[in-house]
């Protein structure tokens, strides 16, 4: 199981930590700050430079926590809050299939994981944290808590409000 975990953290953590260095940096053929804000704008967010910014910032480091296994629940916050977010204000018009279900599925890895723990092989557990940040109490809390912030700045968005 440690090696399975080990494994989930990687591949999730390696996929955010690209998608955020796509928005801050422009690497993988992103878009940098200017073509997320750019982006961000389109979608309707009021201060898209500052969301820009957030979004991919929260990706990078939550992949960069989740990878190394480090505050498991903060980087499931992280990253069920910003795919929250791309669910309601980009994909969700699409439908299930060939629309919402790979945010949807990545949302659920990462409070499943919170859920879980990141498992033996994780500096959650080397520092000796995983026994007591782990279980359905901080995953509820995690996602409780990415549900309000994405409430928050999805209602901001379409008030028109936050500039």
């Given amino acids: 199981m440690a090696y399975g975990l080990l ?9 955010f930590v690209g998608h955020g260095a796509q928005k801050l940096f422009g690497s993988f053929n992103g878009g940098g700050p200017e073509g997320t804000t750019q982006f961000f704008a389109t979608v309707g967010y009021r201060r898209p430079a500052l969301m820009a910014v957030v979004a991919g910032l929260a990706e990078f480091v939550g992949g960069l926590l989740l990878i190394s296994g480090l505050l498991t629940p903060l980087a499931s916050l ?9 669910i309601v204000t980009v994909v969700l018009p699409k439908g299930f299939l060939g629309g919402w279900e790979f945010e949807f599925m990545l949302l659920t890895v990462v409070i499943a994981l919170a859920a879980t723990g990141p498992g033996r092989i994780s500096l ?3 520092i000796g944290w995983s026994d007591n ?5 901080w995953a ?3 996602l409780g ?10 209602t901001l968005r379409w008030l028109g409000l936050g500039s």
Avoid: E, H, K
Wanted: net charge positive; proline share 0%; no cysteine.
């Fill in 7 to 15: 494994m989930l953290r990687i591949v999730v953590g390696v996929i």
């Fill in 78 to 86: 992280l990253i069920a809050t910003v795919m929250l977010n791309a």
């Fill in 124 to 126: 959650d557990r080397a």
């Fill in 133 to 137: 940040i782990t279980g359905i109490a």
């Fill in 140 to 142: 509820s809390a995690a």
């Fill in 145 to 154: 808590t990415a549900i309000v912030i994405s409430v928050v700045t999805t």
